[in-house]
């Protein structure tokens, strides 16, 4: 990155730190709005109705002048579409301010955003009309569905790990994407909420997917990939040949694209839980969600280049401290790990590449205002 950018970043980090006052109030109302709630009224937070953004020419249709208006009117109409890019996120509340801004990044840089279809999964205890007309509001022109996941599929499933955030139901809905999306997709984006885009989401979509490749991500062989695991894993024969003639490297599953129908011929989703029951017993990982899928995956994905994931921006997971960008390209900047950036800019101790992500903020405060 030029320095000349650095400092305008640096500059637009500075200014908006100083829309958020030092006084107590402030701070007491930036506190509930990273929880999810308004400190005066108790309610979800509110957000800016974002700019509307169009198909450049050369865009192809994912319309078909021969179905009928009934036929239109149907959700899985655009849904089927080949020329569609599918993109599929979770909605929990304590990340939808996240979820906000990662969609604004999505759209803004599209070559064609009229082509994107959102695939949104939200808690079944969740009411439903909440999240849509959240989405609705800020995003009057979006495609998108919403899908309720029932939480109790993964609930009993799940073991205590390193941070109580990585134990939310929610958390593993990626795991169950190919029962809830409709069966005429394909391919799909999955994206966490903690992250934006500065390329693309065409390019990414276009992956291909070789061979019997079920899912794609940037693929990190220089980490240490025993580390994900327990002593009792690796010591046990029977459970350490699982990688046997798999080159396994480790895979941030917040990003990867996905082939549904050959997830669900392969019965993957069953195979990820059965792997989650025997943790239940034996403890042979420690992190979340992430340990199934390498225990699945690992070795067996497409790769993608770096540059759609450069993770790690919220620290570790337990202190979350600042950190810088990997060398090389950057269409993608993920704050994986405990330290978000919404939270730290409220709390006046952003990290610099957070001034990244403030851009992309639909957040209402007492000082925002509508162009």
Request: proline share 7%.
């Amino acid at each position: 990155m030029m320095l000349k950018q650095v400092l305008l970043q640096l500059l637009l980090l500075s200014l908006y730190i100083s829309s958020y006052t030092t006084t107590a109030t402030t701070t007491a109302a930036a506190a509930a709005t990273a929880s999810g709630l308004n400190s005066e009224t108790n309610l979800p937070p509110q957000f800016r109705e974002a700019p509307e953004f169009y198909n450049s020419p050369n865009c192809p249709s994912i319309d078909d002048g021969d179905v009928t208006d009934t036929e239109k009117s149907d959700k899985e109409f655009l849904s089927c579409s080949e020329n569609a890019v599918h993109v599929a996120m979770t909605l929990d509340a304590a990340y939808l301010r996240g979820s906000m801004a990662a969609i604004l990044s999505v759209l803004q840089h599209s070559s064609c955003p009229q082509n994107i279809i959102f695939h949104f999964v939200v808690s079944a205890s969740t009411t439903a009309s909440h999240p849509r007309a959240t989405i609705s509001s800020s995003f009057p022109y979006l495609k998108f569905e919403i899908y309720p996941f029932d939480d109790s599929a993964a609930a009993g499933l799940i073991s205590t790990s390193i941070r109580s955030a990585l134990d939310c139901p929610l958390n593993y809905a990626r795991s169950y994407l190919p029962n809830l999306l409709p069966p005429c997709v394909r391919k799909v984006v999955y994206l966490d909420s903690d992250l934006v885009l500065v390329d693309d989401i065409a390019n990414l979509a276009a992956t291909p997917l070789p061979g019997a490749a079920v899912l794609a991500a940037p693929e990190y062989c220089n980490a240490n990939f025993t580390a994900y695991f327990t002593p009792t894993f690796w010591s046990n024969p029977s459970l350490s040949i699982t990688f046997a003639n798999r080159k396994a490297c480790y895979f941030n599953t917040g990003v990867m694209v996905i082939d549904l129908w050959r997830w669900r011929d392969g019965g993957y989703t069953t195979e990820i839980e059965e792997w989650m029951e025997l943790q239940k017993r034996m403890r042979i990982y420690e992190l979340g969600s992430l340990p199934p899928f390498l225990l699945v995956f690992a070795g067996k994905i497409a790769p993608v280049d770096h540059r759609w994931n450069q993770h790690g921006l919220g620290g570790d997971n337990f202190r979350g401290l600042c950190r810088d960008l990997h060398p090389g390209r950057v269409s993608l900047l993920h704050w994986s790990g405990k330290g978000k950036p919404w939270v730290r800019l409220d709390s006046n101790r952003p990290c610099p590449l957070d001034a990244l992500w403030a851009p992309y903020d639909l957040l209402k405060t007492p000082f925002s205002f509508d162009s």
